[in-house]
């Protein structure tokens, strides 16, 4: 078969924008899972458990800092071939003032919904962290269900839920860190002029010493110079006083 330009021209366009359309849409695909994977990196599971014919998954960010929040995640699904109603779902979230004073930071509340057998829900919500929390929180999860006839009514099931860190004391431990440094850096200053000084002293007692011994022989040698004068002019005098001998 014989192609003229215009045709393979063509041909290789219709190629060209082919190959592109399948790169746009492996880069389409590829931003979602990116997004996703970023979400749950600081995600994890916090409870799970299963009652007849449900299971129950409650998923939180796993760290925060106060003044930011925390995102809640909680996941029902059907165990059973028949339909689960779930006549509420309630969700309760507590922190800690300093660390120790039970607060609210939030409540969520689902209404009814029916699941049919695998099928899953999922509800999230953000709660915000005031700036004097701290420390672990925890979550009180309430709810009724029916399944097969029977009625559940499954109140304040507790869990921990994402640690907030105590920020103010991480700084302060960073200070104490930091002022512990320099206090070991200032001593081994002092520690060393202390040494340094101890041989100067040392060296002046031994420099005085030496200045001494050096002021005691100058002396000696001035007394000894003085007594050989003075020997030297008393023998002069009685040598001058000598009788003349008569001839």
Do not use: C
Not at 7 to 31: G, H, R
Not at 105 to 121: I, K
């Amino acid at each position: 078969m014989i192609l003229f330009d215009g045709e393979k021209n063509l041909q290789k366009t219709m190629i060209l924008k082919a190959i592109f359309l399948a790169m746009s849409i492996l880069m389409l695909n590829s931003i979602p899972f990116a997004m996703a994977q970023e979400q749950t990196e600081n995600t994890q599971i916090f409870y799970e458990s299963h009652w007849p014919g449900i299971k129950i998954q409650v998923n939180a960010t796993r760290n925060a800092v106060p003044e930011e929040s925390m995102t809640v995640i909680v996941i029902v699904k059907s165990t059973t071939l028949e339909e689960i109603n779930v006549t509420y779902l309630d969700l309760d979230v507590y922190g800690f003032i300093g660390g120790q004073n039970k607060t609210s930071l939030g409540d969520a509340h689902q209404d009814g919904f029916v699941l049919e057998f695998n099928e899953t829900m999922s509800f999230s919500d953000v709660f915000p962290i005031p700036g004097d929390v701290w420390g672990v929180t925890y979550g009180e999860l309430s709810f009724e269900y029916d399944n097969v006839g029977y009625h559940y009514v499954l109140p304040s099931l507790r869990f921990t839920l994402t640690y907030v860190e105590n920020v103010k004391l991480e700084t302060l431990q960073e200070e104490l860190q930091s002022l512990s440094e320099n206090f070991t850096k200032l001593y081994n200053n002092y520690t060393q002029l202390e040494d340094n000084y101890t041989k100067l002293n040392e060296k002046y007692d031994e420099l005085s010493k030496g200045v001494t011994g050096i002021d005691n022989a100058r002396n000696t040698i001035i007394v000894l110079a003085i007594t050989t004068v003075v020997f030297a002019a008393t023998t002069i005098y009685f040598i001058m006083r000598k009788p003349k001998q008569s001839w």
